[in-house]
């Protein structure tokens, strides 16, 4: 008889099924985002799963996992707003702006005290320009960053402009800061902790980070760690941990259409909406069906713009929690 365990039998893997809906995974350090990913989509035997926003290895916490129809709201949360809490050594500078990377720097630091540090966080705050590191996923003609960095190369980056929208001071040693951050996507914590400290004099590194937050994705929100998803099984018994594909968007405004209307949406076609905002992007739905997302035209009229083939039953996809 043949040994499955040899590749010379039939496959042992679970068949693969069609799951909906979001996981907020509480991601470990030493893991990539990509790994996580892989791990969650084969204990839910997904068909198809995406996460929203990658985390470096050394970081932890809030990564979202988007399956089936929900990978098509995924570029939304992309473009969320993040918060973070990061703590930073100073006095050393490395390589890839972290603790995983070599000492190539150091620096005496200064004497700190708070209103030092309320100076220098100050010019952070609200629209700022950063300069993309070399250990990032940007492209240089063709190639990533990350890999020509390897290489012991480095080109020019320009500058991009990013949001912080708060930058609070958590604490502080002779040598660390602790701080918490909530800034607008494409945002480097590695490059403002670097920016941080050559404004206090010094040059750093991260040490610890931690995403609590992304987009409609809050605090309160409870995130799963992969032990406790190990621990509670694979397949369908795990769908009760997911949010609701619309979860992702629940920030915003929402259109509800019935009859022609619903119909002619979901066959690609602008539809007039009573009620309806004048401008901007609308969850849209007929009856409590998640229909998918739509844009308010010039003409003042609703067209689809992500539509969405879920379950017409609520107890098929994601509907056994709220974020």
């Not at 893997?13 to 892989?38: C, E, I, Y």
């Not at 916490?61 to 707003?81: H, I, Q, R, Y």
């Not at 949001?163 to 494409?186: A, F, N, P, Q």
Request: glycine share 10%; hydrophobic share 40%; net charge neutral.
């Amino acid at each position: 008889m043949a040994d499955p365990a040899q590749g010379n039998g039939p496959s042992t893997r679970a068949p693969r099924r069609d799951v909906h809906g979001v996981l907020l995974l509480d991601k470990p350090v030493g893991l990539t985002s990509n790994d996580a990913l892989q791990r969650v989509k084969r204990l839910f035997a997904a068909n198809k799963a995406g996460h929203t926003g990658s985390l470096d290895p050394l970081a932890s916490g809030m990564l979202p996992v988007c399956f089936g129809e929900a990978t098509k709201v995924s570029g939304f949360l992309l473009d969320a707003d993040k918060y973070y809490v990061v703590t930073c050594r100073l006095g050393e500078r490395t390589a890839t702006a972290d603790a995983e990377g070599e000492v190539v720097e150091t620096k005496p630091v200064p004497a700190l005290d708070e209103a030092t540090l309320s100076r220098a966080l100050a010019k952070f705050r609200g629209e700022i320009l950063q300069v993309p590191p070399m250990y990032s996923a940007l492209r240089h003609q063709g190639q990533r960053l990350y890999d020509l960095a390897r290489e012991g190369v480095e080109v020019p980056r320009e500058p991009r402009p990013v949001t912080i929208h708060e930058l609070i001071l958590k604490g502080w040693s002779t040598d660390s800061l602790t701080l918490e951050v909530r800034c607008s996507k494409g945002t480097y914590i590695r490059t403002l902790v670097e920016d941080v400290a050559a404004a206090l004099g010094t040059c750093g590194h991260v040490t610890i980070l931690r995403r609590l937050a992304v987009g409609p994705f809050t605090l309160e929100a409870a995130m799963v760690s992969l032990a406790e998803l190990e621990a509670l099984g694979t397949g369908a018994t795990l769908d009760r941990l997911l949010l609701p594909v619309d979860s992702a968007l629940r920030h915003w405004p929402e259109a509800r259409l019935s009859g022609d209307a619903a119909w002619y949406f979901t066959k690609g076609q602008p539809v007039f909406v009573a009620g309806a905002p004048t401008a901007g992007q609308l969850r849209v739905y007929a009856d409590d069906r998640f229909l998918g997302v739509g844009e308010i035209q010039s003409d003042g009229r609703l067209a689809p713009r992500r539509l969405m083939n879920l379950p017409a039953s609520p107890m098929d996809g994601a509907r056994g929690r709220t974020a």
